[in-house]
C-alpha cells in the first residue's frame, strides 16, 4: 500500500509577502467529504482529529501485534508511522495559532483605535487620531460609539457594551436642529441600534445586558420617524439629507432634490427591521416604494444610473457600475431576500445582477457604462466596487468572485492600500483619486471569500491587510486615512466605519481560522451583515413575521395583528407617491410561510440559502448571461470605559 500524500501544503505564491512565514494549511485527503459538509470549522477539526487519533491507535495496535509475531512494521491505513501523524496534527495546532495569534492582534487594533476615541473624542461624532481629538462629522450624537457597538458584542466585551448601551440609553436625544444624510443616518445610527438592541435583549446571544429595558428601540423609532419626511416625494425616492427638527423645509431655498441610487435604494434593511419590531410597517412600507420607484426607471437594459432626481425620477447621472453611488442598491436587494424571504426582491436582484454581469464584467474587472446603450463611459476600479465578490459569495457565484478578488487584492499589493481609483487604461492611480480612507470593502470580500472556500490564499491576504494597517495607518490615538497611496501620508481622521466594518472583518476572518468562538458563527441564528456591517439576526419575529407569534411563549404586543407586515401595494400610482398606512392590512394577512420561509432561513447557512433559492446549478449565476454608493466617498457616514 501506498503512502497517503503528505497533508501539509504552503500558501502559493509566498514571494509578495515580506512579514512573516506564509501559513501552514492542511489539505484533507481527498477520499473525505466536501468541506461544505461540516456546519463550521469545530466539526471539521474534531472529525480530522479523531480520524487520526484512531489512525494512530490502528497504528499503535498493528505495531504490537507485529512485535508480538515477530514481523516488520507496515502502515497501516495508508498512516507509515506514529510520527507522521503527530506531525500532523502538530500542523494544524500551528495553523490555528497563528489565526489566532493575527485575531489577537486586529482585537488589539480595535482597542487601541476605541479607546483613542473614547479619551479623546467621545462624545463627539468621530476621532482625528493624529491630533487625539474628536470631530462632529454627521449629526453630533457620538456616532463612533453606535457604530461600535456590536463589534464590543461581537468580542465578547461585556462591560463596555453594557457601559455603552447605558450611555446612550440615557443621554442620547435626537430632536436636534441638524440636517443629516439620510442614507448614512440608516447605516450607521439606526443600524447600529437596531443590532446592539437585537443583541442587549435576547438571552440566546450571551450578551444579554440584565438592566436594559429597551430604550434603544424607542430610540431607533424615534430617529426613524424623523427621517421619514425624506419618504414624501412624488416618486418615493427619498430626498439625500433631512432636518431632524424640522423636516424637509418647504421654504428652503435650496432643495436637494438629487440622490444617488444606493441613497435611496440602501434602506430597505434597517427600516424593515424596525418595522418588524415594533409592529409599525410604514417604516418597510416606504422603503420598498423607494426600491420600486429606482427600479422602474431601470433602462430596458436593466441597468441603473448613479444619480436621479427624486420629483421627476429623471436620472441626472447614467453612468451605471457596480461602485461609487449605486453598489449598496444591489448588494440590498439581494439581503432583503434573504432577511425577510420576500421574492420581489430576488427577482429584481436576478435581473440586475444579469445585467451587471452582462454588460459591466470585463473579467476580471468592472467598468462604468452608459445606462441606456452599455457604451463604456469609464475604464475604472473604484475602491467601493470591493465589495462585489463577497456579494457574489452570498449569491452563489464563486468562481468569478475569486477573479475578480484576486485582481482587486492585486491593486492592494501594489501599494498597500486600495486607491479611491485606479485607471484600467493606464494601470495606474487615478488623479484625484490617491487616498484610503481605511475602507471595509475588500476585507468584506477577502472574509466571505475564506468562509466559502477555506482557501488559506485569503489568510494570506487578511494579514497583508493587518500589516498593512499596523505599519501605515496607526497612529498616535488611532488609525488614519492615507491621503496617498503612493507616498502613504496619513490624514487626521478616522471614520466610524473602520470600528463597525474594517476591524469587524478582519476579526471574523481570522477567528474563523482559528475556529470560531463567536456571535456570528456559534450564535443561536444566522445574521445579515447590513451594508455597515452591523448583524441583523434571522430570527423568527424578523424573518417568519407571519408565523412567530403561533410559537408557544412567544411574545406579542396586544392589539397588534402580527399576521404580516402590511403589504405594500402593487398599483404603480400609489407607489409613485409615498402613502403612509400605518393599520395592518386584514387582506394581506396569510398563514402560507414561502419555500424559503418555512426551510432556508432559520436551518442553514445564508450562502447555501442564496445557492438554492435560484435552482439547480449554483444560485443566481444560472440566470445571468455570460457573455456603497449613498457612500459617495463616505465622510464615514463620560460613563464609558476606553480601550485602555
Not at 19 to 44: K, N, Q
Not at 234 to 245: A, C, D, E, K, Q
Not at 269 to 296: C, D, H, M, Y
Not at 397 to 410: G, L, N, Q
Request: proline residues 5%; aromatic residues 12%.
Amino acid at each position: 500500500m501506498s503512502t497517503s500524500p503528505d497533508l501539509r501544503t504552503k500558501v502559493e505564491d509566498c514571494s509578495s509577502s515580506q512579514r512573516g512565514e506564509c501559513f501552514d494549511v492542511i489539505t484533507p485527503p481527498r477520499w473525505l467529504p466536501p468541506m461544505s459538509i461540516y456546519a463550521d470549522d469545530h466539526l471539521l477539526c474534531w472529525f480530522l482529529s479523531s480520524l487520526f487519533r484512531f489512525c494512530k491507535f490502528v497504528a499503535k495496535l498493528g505495531d504490537d501485534m507485529s512485535d508480538e509475531m515477530g514481523c516488520s512494521r507496515r502502515s497501516v491505513g495508508g498512516v507509515s508511522h506514529l510520527g507522521e501523524i503527530d506531525s500532523t496534527l502538530a500542523n494544524f495546532d500551528s495553523t490555528f495559532k497563528k489565526a489566532r495569534e493575527i485575531a489577537n492582534e486586529v482585537s488589539e487594533m480595535f482597542y487601541h483605535a476605541f479607546g483613542g476615541y473614547v479619551r479623546h473624542a467621545f462624545p463627539l461624532d468621530e476621532l482625528r487620531p493624529l491630533t487625539c481629538s474628536g470631530e462632529d462629522s454627521l449629526g453630533g450624537y457620538a456616532l463612533t460609539l453606535i457604530d461600535s457597538l456590536d463589534t464590543l458584542a461581537l468580542l465578547g466585551d461585556r462591560e463596555r457594551f453594557t457601559a455603552s448601551i447605558e450611555w446612550i440609553a440615557n443621554n442620547l436625544y435626537f430632536g436636534i436642529n441638524k440636517t443629516v444624510s439620510v442614507f448614512e443616518t440608516t447605516i450607521r445610527v439606526l443600524g447600529g441600534l437596531l443590532s446592539a438592541h437585537l443583541v442587549a435583549s435576547d438571552y440566546a446571544t450571551g450578551m444579554r445586558v440584565p438592566s436594559y429595558d429597551g430604550k434603544l428601540l424607542k430610540l431607533s423609532e424615534d430617529l426613524a420617524l424623523r427621517l421619514l419626511p425624506a419618504f414624501n416625494t412624488p416618486t418615493g425616492i427619498p430626498f439625500g439629507s433631512v432636518n431632524l427638527l424640522h423636516g424637509v423645509s418647504k421654504v428652503s431655498s435650496i432643495k436637494p432634490t438629487i440622490t444617488s441610487t444606493a441613497g435611496g435604494g440602501t434602506l430597505t434593511l434597517e427600516f424593515g427591521v424596525l418595522s418588524r419590531l415594533t409592529g409599525n410597517p410604514v417604516f418597510e412600507q416606504v422603503t420598498k416604494n423607494a426600491v420600486r420607484g429606482i427600479w422602474a426607471r431601470r433602462s430596458r437594459l436593466n441597468l441603473v444610473g448613479a444619480h436621479i432626481n427624486v420629483f421627476t425620477g429623471e436620472w441626472t447621472q447614467k453612468d451605471a457600475g457596480i461602485g461609487t453611488s449605486i453598489d449598496s442598491f444591489y448588494e440590498y436587494l439581494l439581503k432583503a431576500y434573504l432577511l425577510f424571504g420576500d421574492e420581489e426582491y430576488l427577482f429584481m436582484f436576478q435581473q440586475a445582477y444579469t445585467s451587471a454581469m452582462q454588460y459591466l464584467y470585463n473579467d476580471p474587472w468592472y467598468v462604468e457604462v452608459n445606462m441606456d446603450s452599455a457604451a463604456m463611459v469609464w475604464p475604472l476600479f473604484n475602491s467601493l466596487q470591493a465589495f462585489w465578490p463577497g456579494l457574489q459569495v452570498l449569491a452563489g457565484d464563486v468562481d468569478p468572485a475569486i477573479r475578480t478578488h484576486t485582481a482587486f487584492f492585486s491593486v492592494w499589493k501594489k501599494y498597500g492600500f486600495t486607491p479611491e481609483g485606479f485607471n484600467l487604461a493606464t494601470l495606474n492611480v487615478q488623479y484625484g483619486q490617491k487616498s484610503y480612507p481605511l475602507r471595509p470593502e475588500l476585507i468584506e470580500s477577502t472574509y466571505w471569500l475564506y468562509k466559502a472556500t477555506r482557501d488559506p490564499r485569503y489568510l494570506d491576504a487578511g494579514r497583508d491587510i493587518v500589516a498593512s494597517l499596523q505599519y501605515g495607518a496607526r497612529c498616535p490615538c488611532g488609525y488614519c486615512h492615507i491621503s496617498d497611496v503612493e507616498s502613504h501620508k496619513q490624514e487626521d481622521h478616522m471614520e466610524s466605519f473602520f470600528l463597525a466594518e474594517t476591524v469587524k472583518y478582519l476579526w471574523l476572518l481570522f477567528d474563523l481560522a482559528a475556529g470560531p468562538d463567536n456571535l456570528v458563527e456559534n450564535g443561536p441564528y444566522k445574521y445579515i451583515f447590513s451594508t455597515e456591517g452591523h448583524l441583523l439576526p434571522a430570527t423568527p419575529q424578523i424573518s417568519l413575521v407571519q408565523e412567530h407569534c403561533s410559537y408557544f411563549g412567544a411574545f406579542c404586543k396586544s392589539g397588534r395583528r402580527h399576521g404580516s407586515i402590511a403589504s405594500v401595494s402593487n398599483d404603480p400610482q400609489e407607489n409613485n407617491a409615498t402613502k403612509y398606512h400605518v393599520n395592518w392590512s386584514p387582506s394581506s394577512t396569510s398563514c402560507r410561510l414561502t419555500h424559503t420561509q418555512k426551510f432556508l432561513i432559520p436551518l442553514i447557512s445564508i450562502a447555501r440559502i442564496a445557492r438554492h433559492v435560484a435552482g439547480v446549478g449554483g444560485g443566481v449565476k444560472v440566470a445571468h448571461n455570460r457573455r456603497r454608493s449613498g457612500r459617495p466617498h463616505k465622510h464615514r457616514s463620560r460613563g464609558v470605559s476606553d480601550g485602555g
